[in-house]
């Protein structure tokens, strides 16, 4: 796997955030200190990079970087010292945040940005009666930390706009969204969005239209699925029609001054209400532990994600970058690596190990790197060439099952003309074969759809490869047949 980057990262407050903060920059080859008081904080911790080792790589088709090492501090100058990122993440009390502001700058670098992850309060704010308030930023996240990539960057005037740079720069490293919002304003973009559903939502639970599941139905199988993808903006301007937004703006913006909202307004939440939704909540989802719900929208995000991925929308375009700045595996054996992943849980069958059409799916991933690796790539396979599977023979050594991490080599048994011949091995972190999958491609002229000899340069390589490869021993598995 690739080496850790050598990069660290102090978070100062150990909950829910904070372990997610820990866990995103862990996962992505940082070190990472944490100071916390509670006696609780590496178990709490730790029970959060369980669920986040389970399901952050299985977002991506290449392995993260090597983890980096995990420490624990009750020393404050011991936890920032030489930290290039600090996350701040204590309770939502301001002068609890000045408080410990004001101990991370007494012994934070000079040069390393602090950012809080404060929901609601503005950076300015955050600033007052800072040594250094130019450090100190907004970097708002979402939970999952781990999975979910949005951060809402707050600066103020007294940020300088290249130091801020910098820090998004840190933010995306390890695959995170920066949004950096334009004004200061309480509660930033997404919290005073959420206020609003949030606000209407108590207002259904309180006059009795709805009950908590009903409302989360209307979210989850409506228009939650239509916001992971396109948001609020655009997802309207489709309901335009061929008129666009202007138009959709001119049909239902007459209903903005319908008495349709309470949003000026909020229910108070008396020990009734207050019973009411927390009976309808536990009547909804509480024969399930908190931590089988956290696996349960894990597993739901990434198999959401993994589909936006495809198509590179949304939170997916976010992982293709990520992915693609992450490090080339090196050859194994003398074979390039073609495939370098941990197994996702959805990948699994009823009997708990990898199912068979994703042992293809593996091998069609290694020959398109391979591909790509002899220079039919993109631009290739767009000037009219490419390859067609046209047999493909797998052989089960060893289970698979989620969580795992495989390497794929690809050793060229034939490279002439128009055939191509290549053995895929998945090797585990023992380094056992656990499988081979052996397959034949044909070299095919995408203008007349007929099987065609490969232009030069794939020519070329193939043959420079196969004299690389032809004192390689025969696999055993080669030309098996079934049985």
């Known amino acids: 796997m690739a080496e850790a980057i050598n990069k660290k990262a102090a978070i100062v407050g150990g909950g829910v955030i904070g372990g997610g903060w820990a866990a995103r920059f862990l996962l992505n080859g940082w070190d990472v200190a944490v100071f916390d008081p509670d006696p609780q904080a590496e178990r709490k911790i730790n029970d959060v990079l369980a669920n986040a080792r389970r399901s952050l790589p299985a977002l991506y088709d290449r392995s993260l970087p090597d983890e980096g ?65 130019e450090q100190i930023v907004v970097a708002h996240p979402f939970n999952p930390v781990y999975l979910l990539p949005l951060i809402e960057v707050v600066p103020s005037a007294a940020t300088d706009a290249s130091v801020l740079e910098a820090g998004c720069d840190v933010l995306r490293s390890v695959g995170l969204k920066p949004l950096v919002v334009r004004k200061e304003i309480d509660a930033h973009i997404a919290d005073r969005l959420l206020e609003a559903v949030w606000r209407e939502g108590l207002w259904l639970v309180h006059d009795e239209v709805a009950t908590t599941e009903e409302i989360d139905d209307a ?84 198999g ?11 939170a997916g375009g976010t992982i293709n970058d990520h ?7 090196m050859p194994i054996n003398d074979l ?26 593996v091998s069609s991933q290694a020959s398109d790197r391979f591909m790509e690796l002899v220079g039919a790539d993109a631009n290739y396979i767009a000037s009219g060439g490419s390859y067609f599977t046209v047999e493909t023979h797998v052989c089960y050594l060893h289970e698979i099952s ?35 999958i052996e397959t034949m491609l044909l070299h095919v002229d995408l203008k007349t759809r007929r099987t065609s000899e490969p232009g030069g340069v794939v020519a070329t390589n193939l043959a420079e490869m196969a004299k690389r490869h032809a004192s390689l021993p025969k696999p055993d598995q080669l030309g098996r047949a079934i049985g």
């Open 69 to 133: 090492k995990l420490t624990f501090h009750d020393d404050m100058a011991k936890a920032v010292a030489g930290a290039q990122w600090i996350q701040e993440s204590v309770p939502e009390q301001l002068a609890l945040k000045h408080k410990i502001l004001a101990q991370i700058q007494a012994h934070a670098p000079s040069d390393c940005l602090i950012g809080s992850s404060t929901s609601g309060f503005k950076p300015s704010e955050l600033q007052q009666g800072s040594i250094k308030p």
């Open 219 to 302: 979210i989850r199988y409506g228009f939650g699925l239509r916001w992971a993808q396109m948001g609020l903006f655009e997802t309207y301007r489709i309901a335009g029609g061929e008129a666009g937004m202007e138009h959709f703006i001119g049909q239902f913006g007459p209903a903005l001054k319908w008495p349709w909202t309470k949003l000026m307004d909020v229910p108070e939440l008396t020990p009734e209400l207050t019973a009411r939704i927390a009976q309808q909540s536990d009547d909804q989802s509480g024969h399930m532990s908190i931590r089988d719900l956290e696996r349960l929208r894990d597993d739901n995000l990434v």
């Open 304 to 314: 959401m994600m993994r589909a936006l991925k495809k198509s590179g929308s949304g």
């Open 323 to 329: 992915e693609a700045s992450l490090p080339e595996p």
């Open 336 to 361: 390039p690596v073609t495939g370098d992943r941990q197994i996702p849980q959805s990948w699994t069958d009823y009997n708990g190990h990898m199912n068979e059409a994703h042992y293809v799916e």
């Open 402 to 436: 989620a969580g795992d991490h495989i390497r794929v080599t690809t050793q060229l048994i034939k490279g002439e003309g128009k055939k191509l011949h290549l053995f895929h091995r998945l090797i585990n972190d023992e380094g056992a074969v656990a499988a081979t």
